[in-house]
């Protein structure tokens, strides 16, 4: 909600923290400290697609357009 989206899904961010938290408890040496931001910003960005909130998604991901999102790939 504070990224903008109207619609959220609280069961799918509570499944990627838990299995974020248990792979840091099973191989913590091998566990990327920033994965869950990383994961967490790809869950809202694609969250806001999927409900067709593009133009915040867009703005999430720093974008200023959708042609924009050609240019880095």
Do not use: M, W
């Not at 609280?10 to 840091?24: D, I, K, M, N, Q």
């Not at 960005?45 to 067709?52: A, H, R, Y």
Request: aromatic share 2%.
């Amino acid at each position: 909600t504070v990224a903008g989206a109207t619609r959220t899904d609280p069961g799918s961010v509570l499944a990627l923290v838990h299995g974020y938290l248990l792979h840091a408890l099973a191989a913590p040496d091998l566990v990327d400290p920033d994965a869950l931001l990383r994961g967490l910003r790809a869950l809202v960005i694609g969250t806001l697609v999927e409900s067709g909130e593009v133009s915040v998604a867009l703005r999430l991901a720093g974008r200023s357009s959708a042609d924009d999102a050609y240019l880095t790939t």
